[in-house]
């Protein structure tokens, strides 16, 4: 009677640690069967030192003005701007503090490369980018 017990409990024992490997498996196999999401990332550094973080799917033809606008369109903060004749983008305000404070101002970064505010309507983003808006004195 001891040893069937035994024998029972081993088998249990056997079949749970083949279901874990198993589902362990499974699970590698469905997380990487998962289609990738291609995201940028949008970092707002305000001249208080707040920050803000966003991140978003990136669609073919993307810009860092439509990485703007989608961001403050879905984070609720002001993204203010106008585009002159030549097609240069001029900054009004964003997240509430204006484009030009005294000696400070809006510094723009794609993946940490310093970026011209005037042409982020036409600087493409993609997958794994970082945008940088920091307001620096």
Sequence with gaps: MK?????DVLLVIAGLLAAGVLLRYLKVELIADRPRENLATLVLQFSDER???FQGAVVEGMTVL???NSSSLGGGFEFK???DTAGQVNLIALGGEPSQLGQGGWHFYLNRDPIDIANINLIGIKEDD???ARFER
């Design 81 to 83: 701007f106008w585009v």
């Design 66 to 68: 439509d990485a703007l």
């Design 51 to 53: 920050k803000r973080v």
């Design 3 to 7: 040893k069937q017990i035994t024998k």
């Design 130 to 132: 970082i945008i940088e």
